[in-house]
């Protein structure tokens, strides 16, 4: 697959739900996406005027990708405990769209 199709996959798959969450939280997260498909979800995402990050996070090892100008000293030890409620929840047989942002 080339960088373009790679773009055009994501742009269909992951960029609506993606901007949305990252303009109401600052971050997305996603657990399907493939890290081949990470970089490319960055670049449309910067293509749309979010200048993001992205980090896969244990123990589901989700993707998180979450806005530059978020970013603090405290930010990972945040990310990594909403990823452990995440999976809790997840556990607990929580709805995607309930899950803890």
């Not at 657990?31 to 005027?49: F, P, Q």
């Not at 244990?58 to 995440?86: C, D, G, K």
Request: glycine share 2%; with cysteine.
């Amino acid at each position: 697959m080339t960088d373009d199709e790679k773009k055009e996959y994501v742009k269909e798959h992951f960029l609506s739900e993606a901007i949305s969450s990252i303009e109401e939280v600052g971050r997305y997260w996603n657990g399907s996406i493939s890290r081949t498909m990470t970089s490319a979800l960055c670049e449309v995402l910067e293509e749309e005027g979010f200048k993001v990050t992205v980090r896969e996070i244990p123990p589901e090892w989700e993707h998180v990708f979450y806005l530059v100008s978020e970013r603090t000293i405290e930010y990972p030890e945040m990310l990594e405990n909403i990823a452990i409620q995440r999976s809790t929840q997840k556990e607990n047989d929580v709805e995607e769209r309930l899950l803890a942002k």
